[in-house]
Nanobody, 124 residues
Framework: QVQLVESGGGLVQAGGSLRLSCTAS????????MGWFRQAPGKEREFVAR????????FTADSVKGRFTISRDNAKNTVYLQMNSLKPEDTAVYYC?????????????????WGQGTQVTVSS
């Protein structure tokens, strides 16, 4: 059974920072891409960032580029999302995901493994 557990969410003022973590367990994730999505109330889930297994390739949504950085520690089966210069529009539930890289390039329904989500709230 695959488990992805996120942590690090919370309430922060605009301009502040948070670091989200997602730790995977239950199987080996060798070769798999890990990523972050978010979903605000009343909106569809949207892609935030992803990172390939080697860490050699990262992809970040335009809406967070220059402010958010994704990284991973394969020895710990953990992916991180460093979020700086947070804005109220970043408020959402943030979800961790794990899949073959090709699954991130198609419908998100193709991604088999999701975390339970962690709430990020940015106050103005």
């Amino acid at each position: 059974q695959v488990q992805l557990v996120e942590s690090g969410g919370g309430l922060v003022q605009a301009g502040g920072s948070l670091r989200l973590s997602c730790t995977a367990s239950g199987r080996t994730f060798s070769g798999y891409t890990m990523g972050w999505f978010r979903q605000a109330p009343g909106k569809e889930r949207e892609f935030v960032a992803r990172i390939t297994y080697s860490g050699g390739s990262t992809f970040t949504a335009d809406s967070v580029k220059g402010r958010f950085t994704i990284s991973r520690d394969n020895a710990k089966n953990t992916v991180y999302l460093q979020m700086n210069s947070l804005k109220p529009e970043d408020t959402a539930v943030y979800y961790c995901a794990c899949a073959a890289d090709r699954s991130f390039r198609g419908p998100y329904s193709n991604i088999p493994h999701w975390g339970q989500g962690t709430q990020v709230t940015v106050s103005s």
